[in-house]
């Protein structure tokens, strides 16, 4: 079992907070290529703080910095849920409670949508 020494533990606390710091526009694009992978604003805001990078030092949301690729994760979540109840009961066309679900689920996305502001398809 190898101990560290409180000097050591304290170096590499010192190496973590000694990270450069990003210019605006390398922030950006680190928040757009994380955007790319298809995180939510939560999780990249989540990812950069891991990393070192604190997202209040820099001017502008993530969400506003996303622009298109931002898609609202309460809308995600409830899109992803319809369509898991919807594969369902098209294998199931006698489970009344599935396509009960189906149709509060979709009630609820439709509100969600009205509520941001965005078309409903």
Known sequence: MVTETKEESKSKVKKMKEK????????????????????????????LRDEGIHPK???????????????NPDL??????????????????????AKREKDRIFSQLRKLKKYFGIEIK
């Open 20 to 47: 450069k710091k990003l210019t605006q526009k390398e922030f950006e694009e680190k928040v757009r290529e994380f955007g790319k992978e298809g995180l939510t604003s939560e999780k990249i805001g989540q990812k």
């Open 76 to 97: 995600k979540n409830v899109e992803a849920k319809l369509e898991k109840v919807k594969t369902h009961s098209k294998k199931h066309k006698q489970d009344k409670r």
């Open 57 to 71: 030092e820099y001017t502008g949301k993530i969400s506003k910095i996303l622009g298109e690729l931002y898609k």
